[in-house]
C-alpha cells in the first residue's frame, strides 16, 4: 500500500512537472501495485519454506533418539506386576483443577 501510495503521489508531482502521459502514469501504478503483490508472495514463500525447514530439523532430532529396548521376538518385556484383566478402579477420589477452586469430584468410587 505505501509503495503505491508514494508512486501514485510520485507521479501525479513528477507528472505534471515533466508532462508525462496519464497511461504512463497508470502504468506506473499499476507496476508498482504488481511489485506488492510480488513482495507479499514472496514473504509468504519464504515463511513456508522456514516451517518445511523447522519439520525437516525436528525429523533430524527424533531420528538421533536412542530407540527402545525390544526383545527377541519384537515384543516389549512385560513385568510380573502387569495386569492380566485390564481394568481401572477409583475409590474415593476428590478432584479440583487448582487449589483455589472448589472440587469437581467428590468421593467419586
Do not use: C, H
Not at 46 to 63: C, D, F, G, K, P
Amino acid at each position: 500500500f505505501i509503495i503505491v501510495l508514494a508512486v501514485s503521489i510520485m507521479v501525479t508531482t513528477v507528472g505534471s512537472e515533466t508532462g508525462f502521459s496519464a497511461a504512463i502514469s497508470v502504468l506506473a501504478i499499476l507496476y508498482s501495485l504488481q511489485l506488492t503483490g510480488l513482495l507479499q508472495w514472496a514473504v509468504r514463500v519464504s515463511i513456508q519454506v522456514e516451517n518445511t525447514m523447522t519439520s525437516v530439523e525436528r525429523l533430524a532430532e527424533y531420528e538421533e533418539l536412542p530407540q527402545e529396548k525390544i526383545t527377541i521376538d519384537g515384543a516389549l518385556p512385560i513385568s510380573a506386576s502387569w495386569p492380566i484383566e485390564p481394568s481401572i478402579r477409583f475409590e474415593n477420589v476428590w478432584m479440583k483443577y487448582r487449589d483455589e477452586l472448589d472440587y469437581t469430584l467428590t468421593g467419586v468410587s
